[in-house]
């Protein structure tokens, strides 16, 4: 049995992961759970799943908690803030941590779990995407793996096994096209939030819904693939594949193409990351390419998706700068989701601030430095917003 904590047991990733704890419970145990401030959903996982240890993000909230399952033996140890999330990353037996924490948030979580010897199924793409100079010293230093829980790499990762090093040639990530792919550009100036939400295949939280309708969230991912494959963004490529029945491919250096196949469901990829090397055997809905029918794909229209080449500029120009991209998306969406911003001004507010940074960029940053440049990135966004509003008011 594989004891496991789950840092964002509340959102897609961690109740999608949890469903596999409950579907095959003689093969992994719950040690430790955290949530931002969903207290009653946490409150029933804590009665379900009986960790050890569970945080909640706000600490204001905690009184709360520890109401909630006043009546619980025995009781688990119950922390808060951000100070008690890193603990229960760090705690414990726990073999491997799943990072379903969205956003930077995530970021320090995931270094604790690093630091003290937990294997990690990454379902939090900016660990890499903002830490990647600091964060792959530290899984070298520590000898821990790194096992993709996203369908994309977790797909690239499934066709690597048994390819000799230097045997990869390219990657091939595949996108579904977001909510928008059979829109026209004209029309993205009408976009509300609500349509922004509509994705076509895929069950997923609302960040990470908006940033695959503006497909950041396929930028943010060749960041994460170079960091996580040891490719040059050259050899990272984007295809889209509207039925999202390819998760992704690689090119070996013969020009052989290997792919995996499956139906959109996100418990393929975190039951791989918490079984791997092992294959479990599972009752869902199998493959059926008759069903299928026929699959497609076409190159991203890079005027409707602007924040693809906003991301591998980002990459290629390193250093902070991967840190201040995801930083600023994070909040475009944010004041996006709460009707604050246009649709069309994330790529915009985003585009804003790496140009504003970059000479400020660091070659090879610290933590330290990567953290700062965040929160840097984060206000001169919504500084950037007022003023667009007050231009708006004033037209």
């Known amino acids: 049995m594989k004891a496991i904590s789950l840092l964002g047991s509340t959102g897609s990733i961690g109740t999608q992961t949890l469903d596999i704890v409950a579907q ?11 949530a931002g401030s969903n207290v009653e959903m946490l409150a029933q996982q804590i009665r379900e799943f009986r960790p050890a240890i569970a945080a909640i993000g706000d600490a204001q909230k905690l009184p709360e908690l520890q109401a909630a399952i006043r009546d619980l033996d025995p009781q688990p140890i119950l922390l808060a803030g951000e100070a008690g999330v890193i603990e229960v990353a760090r705690y414990g037996d726990a073999e491997v941590v799943v990072t379903g924490i969205v956003g930077c948030a995530g970021l320090l979580p995931t270094i604790a779990a690093i630091e003290a010897g937990k294997d990690i199924a990454l379902a939090n793409k900016e660990t890499l995407i903002a830490g990647g100079p600091v964060v792959l010293p530290l899984v070298q230093k520590h000898g821990i793996k790194l096992l993709p829980a996203d369908s994309e790499h977790s797909a690239i990762f499934q066709c690597l096994q048994g390819v000799p090093n230097g045997g990869l040639r390219r990657i091939l990530l595949t996108a579904s096209g977001g909510a928008f792919r059979d829109w026209p550009v004209e029309k993205l100036s009408q976009v509300t939030v609500a349509d922004a939400l509509k994705h076509p295949n895929w069950s ?40 999202s029945i390819i998760h992704s491919l690689i090119e070996l250096q013969d020009t052989s193409v290997l792919a995996q196949l499956g139906w959109p469901d996100m ?112 206000q001169e966004v919504v500084t950037a917003s007022q003023i667009l509003e007050r231009s708006m008011i004033a037209v």
């Open 24 to 34: 095959y419970p003689d093969q992994f145990q719950v040690v430790g759970l955290t």
């Open 267 to 378: 418990r393929l990829p975190l039951l791989y990351a918490l079984s791997w090397p092992e294959r479990i055997y599972t009752d869902w809905q199998q493959l059926d390419l008759v069903k299928v029918g026929q699959m497609t794909f076409r190159v991203p229209d890079h005027q409707k998706y602007p924040c693809m080449q906003l991301a591998y500029a980002a990459g290629r120009a390193g250093g902070c700068m991967p840190a201040v991209l995801n930083a600023a998306n994070e909040q475009a969406v944010a004041l996006f989701l709460e009707e604050k911003i246009q649709f069309l001004d994330i790529p915009r507010l985003i585009e804003g601030a790496c140009d504003r940074y970059l000479v400020h960029n660091h070659s090879t940053p610290t933590l330290d430095e990567i953290i700062a440049a965040d929160q840097w990135a984060r």
């Open 204 to 243: 997923m939280g609302r960040k990470i819904t908006v940033d695959s309708a503006t497909l950041m969230n396929k930028g943010l991912e060749v960041i994460e693939a170079h960091w996580l494959f040891g490719l040059n963004y050259d050899q990272i490529e984007i295809v889209i594949h509207q039925e």
